[in-house]
């Protein structure tokens, strides 16, 4: 009865996943509209959810394999260090994650990461590959040696030759953390893979699994309040009168006769199309690095999918796109 209750108990948990991506894109829409009702029923008319559910997944890329990573991690800490790991929710979590997931997970970091988080990535990988030696091959001191001692060695040797000069460079140049970020988890790496004291292990675990369930949520959701879900574009009105001679906005909707779309403030504009002399699509704001430092001439900052994937250079501007008529809405 009782694996029926528990078994019953998650459940509705499953039915309730699906509906946090419905309420995202719900509250995204209310707070592109600025809380104003009539205004929030004309994006949901008129955006695409798959427009929406496109940038939700690329928005949140990053967030997936630190969940997968991150529980497979600590449910291996916790099997490796107690006698009777299976009435731990977290090793039961984790256990039922499986190796082509972990596999998956390691891959996309590796792609969607910042180049100043890959040693962490590092870190994770070879913790959980050694957990899983040390609780399935804990009879066969050779392999443990070397998954859990040799190759760690190995990887956070290499890891520091390469990330060394950044390192210098973020210590020298009064970015001390940054310095922290690549440094801790290399030295860590090799000391991250083994048993901990059973008295500590389980709370450390638990409430570690716990904190990240109730801030994953929380850091999604402000994360995808800034996601861009609608095109910007300057529009270039003839004999403007009073107003702007640009109008700059977020695309809405487009027909035969109106053009529809909302500014900085959250106001709708309909503009008839025989108004329009040009429309110009802005290019999306980029965000400023807050770090110069470079690894052997790669920017901290950015990530190795960035490097793979084309993308449009850093060029001006368009004037239109500068008018004073209303700032890019978010």
Not at 23 to 33: K, T
């Amino acid at each position: 009865m009782a694996e029926r209750r528990e078994g019953g108990g998650g459940q509705w948990l499953l039915a309730a996943l699906p509906g946090f991506p419905l309420a995202l894109l719900i509250l995204r829409l209310w707070y592109l509209s600025r809380q104003d009702l009539p205004t929030m029923l004309v994006l949901v008319q008129s955006v695409s959810p798959l427009g929406l559910i496109s940038t939700l997944i690329i928005t949140l890329i990053w967030g997936i394999p630190v969940m997968v990573l991150v529980g497979r991690a600590l449910g291996g800490l916790v099997r490796v260090s107690v006698d009777d790991p299976a009435d731990s929710w977290v090793v039961r979590v984790s256990t039922r994650i499986p190796y082509w997931t972990v596999v998956l997970a390691a891959v996309t970091a590796a792609l969607a990461w910042q180049l100043r988080f890959l040693p962490a990535l590092a870190m994770l990988v070879l913790a959980i590959a050694g957990f899983e030696v040390r609780a399935r091959h804990g009879d066969r001191p050779a392999l443990v040696r070397l998954v859990c001692l040799t190759v760690p060695l190995t990887v956070a040797v290499a890891a520091l030759i390469w990330f060394a000069p950044a390192v210098v460079d973020a210590f020298t140049q009064g970015e001390p953390l940054l310095g922290l970020t690549i440094l801790l988890p290399l030295l860590l790496a090799p000391l991250l893979n083994g048993p901990i004291p059973a008295r500590t292990a389980r709370p450390v675990a638990h409430v570690t699994a716990a904190a990240g369930a109730l801030l994953a949520p929380l850091l999604i959701s402000v994360s995808f309040l800034d996601a861009p879900v609608l095109p910007t574009v300057a529009l270039e009105l003839k004999d403007p009168g009073d107003g702007p001679a640009v109008l700059i906005g977020q695309v809405v909707s487009v027909d035969d006769t109106m053009t529809t779309l909302i500014d900085s403030q959250g106001d709708v504009r309909f503009v008839p199309n025989a108004r329009l002399l040009s429309k110009t699509l802005c290019p999306g704001s980029r965000q400023p690095p807050y770090s110069a430092i470079e690894v052997r001439g790669w920017h901290v900052e950015r990530t190795p999918l960035s490097w793979m994937a084309p993308s449009k250079p850093y060029t001006p501007m368009d004037s239109r796109c500068l008018g004073r008529s209303s700032g890019d809405p978010s």
